[in-house]
């Protein structure tokens, strides 16, 4: 258990970090700040040469992994951290100077237990790419197949598992302050993050997640995973098949191969609404980088490590949520929230409906290549303080998932728009699941199941309450109070406790210090 002094120490360190890239400066011009707060920061950014603009990118950059996952998550929630500084962590790559291959290969040869020339007749030491969590090298296996391997970093999940313990202690701290900081459920955001990195660590997962993903899109054309190598894959190394085609981050180099960029937006906009919608399983890592184009046009994801996941229920709220904002429903977007409980039902769905008019409306009002969904996210983030909505970590994929698509969409064909790609699929989609036929094979698949599950009710309940017979059941005993020392343990006393109330106050001073800019809104 690591120790307080040490979450704090890390803290201050990390909070040096911001200071020396300008990210504090918020906080100290903050009028909601409170007056310890703004002394921490002046500490922290004393004697620092800081840039007229804040960096928040390079700060999460500079602190290391676990803060580029972190950083990468808040890029989307405007809602937390502030429009500036969401847009600038935009820009945050996940890169990071690549580890010599003589570690690389010792780490091939550890987890698989053989040498390296068992596995692939050759190697090539440079990296075509190197993340903060893994770097990937292109190699030939002893079959004579083109492969890309992806292999994690020397002690990369110790070194996340150090950081992520740090942030759930911060996060706990900030959450106990209550008011604002409980409704935006820190602690739930950094469980979803530690949930994912984790996800992202063990490369057998990656490698399953590829696998339900190509099931899930078998028979959508235009789209394609590569094919995972079984025999070369543990949890720390994981071979794919090669994949030949252009980047999609490469424009010019797709207009000169004769795509139609049209097109090609259009079905990353289709095929993304297919896995979030359809199927509720997406590839939510889906930059530039991660996407290719073959020569026939087909679109070929790589990099599986982050996928989102969301069941049925919550995806017809979705769905209809979208498609009440694109036709003005704002009345049933409002039951919606309600319904879902993402909204406290002390409020009125009258007035939080007026409030979605103000969103809506101005949109609705612009042509249609002037809608935008990061607009429409940012209006609606812009009204959750009024109306005490929690934040919904199970969303947080989809939300950067959704700012993402667009933007490739956007770059590859400048007029396209979310919405009139979108709008037609949603429309179609819900009138399949929420139709009368639906409605009718639902009831009845839920009512069957009921049955079914009846005998097993029935074998609990005789479990639980057996037939009287046999032994008689012996009365009940009265309590008995035990000797001390043979019953419960008795609480230790201390008269150190001046000593816990001080570290609590420079934990918790500590924590607001490198986490409150992170809850602006």
């Known amino acids: ?8 120490a890390r803290l201050l ?7 020396r890239h300008g990210a504090l400066r918020g906080i100290e011009n903050d009028r909601n700040a409170p007056a310890v707060v703004k002394r921490l920061c002046r500490v922290a950014r004393f004697g620092t040469r800081q840039p007229g603009e804040p960096d928040y990118a390079g700060a999460f950059q500079e602190i290391g992994p676990a803060a580029i996952k972190l950083g990468q998550a808040l890029a989307t929630r405007p809602d937390l951290v502030g429009e500036g500084p969401a847009r600038n962590l935009l820009t945050l790559q996940d890169s990071l100077p690549p580890v010599d291959f003589a570690q690389i290969r010792a780490q091939i040869e550890d987890t698989f237990g053989k040498p390296i020339d068992a596995l692939f007749s050759s190697i090539e030491e440079e990296p075509i790419g190197a993340a903060s969590i893994a770097q990937v090298h292109r190699a ?13 970093r020397p002690q990369i999940r110790e070194k996340f598992a150090r950081d992520v313990e740090t942030y759930e202690w911060a996060a706990a701290h900030l959450e106990a302050l209550g008011g604002e900081a409980a409704r935006l459920r820190p602690r739930a955001v950094i469980d979803n993050l530690k949930r994912w990195t984790l996800r992202e ?26 094919d995972i190598d079984w025999d070369r894959t543990n949890g720390s190394v994981l071979t794919v098949e090669w994949v030949d085609g252009i980047k999609m981050s490469d424009l010019d180099a797709l207009r000169a191969a004769g795509h139609d960029m049209s097109a090609l937006a259009r079905r990353l906009v289709i095929t993304f609404l297919t896995q979030a919608i359809s199927s509720g399983f997406f590839h939510a890592d889906m930059h530039q980088g991660n996407l290719f184009v073959q020569r026939d046009g087909t679109i070929v994801a790589i990099d599986f490590g982050i996928m989102g996941r969301i069941n049925r229920q919550a995806r017809l709220w979705l769905a209809e949520i979208l498609y009440g904002l694109t036709t003005g429903n704002y009345r049933r977007v409002a039951e919606i929230h309600f319904e879902a409980q993402y909204v406290p039902a002390y409020h009125s ?18 042509p249609v290549s002037e809608l935008s ?7 609606l983030f812009a009204i ?21 698509v667009e933007g490739l969409a956007t770059a590859l064909d400048p007029q396209i728009n979310m919405w009139d790609v979108s709008g037609p699929f949603v429309k179609s989609w819900i009138r399949d699941e929420l139709g009368p036929e639906a409605m009718v094979a639902d009831r009845l698949r839920e009512d069957l199941g009921t049955l079914a599950r009846l005998p097993a009710l029935v074998r609990r309940i005789e479990e639980k309450f057996p037939p009287k017979g046999g032994a008689p059941e012996q009365a009940p005993l009265p309590d008995m109070k035990l000797i001390l020392g043979l019953g419960e343990p008795r609480k230790r006393e201390s008269n150190h406790w001046v000593g816990y109330v001080v570290a609590a106050i420079l934990g918790g001073a500590a924590t607001w210090a490198f986490t409150y800019w992170t809850l602006l809104s």
Request: proline share 4%; glycine share 8%.
């Open 1 to 8: 258990m690591t120790r307080p002094v040490t979450h704090i």
């Open 13 to 19: 360190k990390w909070g040096r970090v911001l200071a």
């Open 373 to 379: 969904v990061g607009q429409m996210l940012d209006g």
């Open 201 to 226: 660590l063990d490369l057998r997962r990656e490698a399953a997640s590829a696998s339900e993903l190509s099931e899930a899109m078998t028979g959508i054309e235009g789209y394609r995973v590569p």
């Open 349 to 366: 769905a009258e007035e939080f409906a007026t409030a979605l008019r103000a969103v809506g409306e101005p949109m609705r009002g612009k």
């Open 384 to 404: 959750t303080r009024d109306f005490d909505m929690q934040v919904q970590p199970h969303l947080l994929l989809l939300q950067k998932t959704m700012v993402m």
């Open 140 to 152: 030939m296996t002893t079959d004579g197949r083109q492969v890309a391997v992806k292999v994690l």
